[in-house]
């Protein structure tokens, strides 16, 4: 691909590093009804801005270290207008609006610029650090929606990288226990590190009765970090009277349907919502939060790949063997 070319007020950056984000992997397995080929991929990147035409523009200089957000919210519909610019209406999005950050370059547009989607990474943060804040936002917003707090007992449904940060942050607002459910042996190995206070592998046996064995009250938060409707069905059953239920991972769009217990919800008053993306607020404190260490890139870039052997790298994903994976041109 041709280096882009930046007018005034972009920002050309030059990429150190893009981890693959389950929307990619499931993108690139099943595709997209929102992405037309052909698109580059790859929104949880961070880089040097080389170019900055118009200099100055947001603040940013050539040389400065920064990482940009996935959406970009307009700032003028009804749900932006009214505190939700999470579930814009026009929002733009890298690997889907603009080119993503699979690439040796990547250009910032003058709207993210103006809009305040892209960072400077703060002094002392790692790139690999910087690649964490876009994700862990979409954390952050899950548990504040979902009111995570102190003394409750949470179940993770899936133990990759987003169930892993899941964990870590139910565990930084102050929860009792959390109990992490995992199929794949190499991640069920893998969570071992973030020390779970129960974990459950669903071939082995009933997920729910396997719960409720240890835990017979129920959760007071369930959250599915999966792209499974199954693990939504038994999420409900899991969780307590009065608990919540929070659809975290996206489902693939031939297996988007859910069977629930109805009966179960309306008599437990068991509370379902969907989680997706995350406000300016809930960015800044996931950059704090990696700032400060609650979480460490170490923890979870566990394979690195070339941009050259990007397929791999998607293979590799697809395989579950890994936590993140991290694509750098090399």
């Not at 009065?242 to 008053?269: M, Q, T």
Request: aromatic residues 6%.
């Amino acid at each position: 691909m041709p280096v882009p070319v930046s007018r005034p007020g972009d920002l050309l950056v030059q990429v150190r590093g893009c981890n693959i984000c389950g929307s990619d992997l499931r993108t690139y397995v099943a595709g997209s009804s929102s992405i037309v080929p052909p698109v580059i991929l790859g929104h949880e990147f961070a880089g040097d801005v080389i170019e900055a035409p118009g200099q100055g523009i947001g603040g940013f200089r050539p040389g400065d270290r920064v990482v940009a957000m996935q959406d970009t919210p307009c700032g003028e519909c009804e749900y932006c207008l009214g505190g939700n610019e999470h579930v814009c209406e026009n929002k733009l999005e890298f690997g889907r609006h603009f080119p993503g950050g699979f690439a040796e370059y990547v250009l910032v547009p003058q709207v993210v610029v103006e809009k305040g989607w892209v960072r400077h990474v703060p002094d002392g943060l790692s790139y690999d650090a910087a690649t964490l804040v876009e994700p862990l936002s979409s954390c952050v917003h899950a548990q504040h929606i979902s009111g995570i707090g102190l003394g409750d007992n949470i179940v993770v449904i899936g133990a990759g990288p987003i169930g892993c940060m899941h964990l870590q942050l139910a565990r930084h607002r102050g929860a009792r226990s959390v109990t992490m459910v995992e199929i794949s042996s190499a991640r069920l190995s893998l969570v071992q590190a973030f020390s779970p206070d129960l974990v459950i592998d669903p071939s082995k046996g009933d997920m729910v009765e396997s719960f409720r064995a240890v835990y017979p009250v129920g959760a007071d938060v369930a959250i599915v970090a999966c792209p499974s409707p199954e693990a939504v069905s038994q999420a409900v059953l899991v969780t307590r009277k009065c608990g919540r239920v929070v659809v975290f991972g996206g489902l693939p769009k031939d297996r988007a349907g859910v069977c629930l217990d109805g009966n179960y919800i309306h008599y437990e008053e068991i509370s379902v919502m969907g989680s997706y993306a995350y406000t300016r607020a809930e960015n800044d404190e996931a950059l704090e939060l990696v700032r400060t260490g609650v979480v460490r890139p170490e923890d979870y870039i566990t394979q690195v790949f070339c941009l050259d052997d990007v397929v791999q790298a998607f293979e590799a994903a697809k395989a579950a063997t890994a936590l993140k994976i991290k694509v750098v041109p090399c």
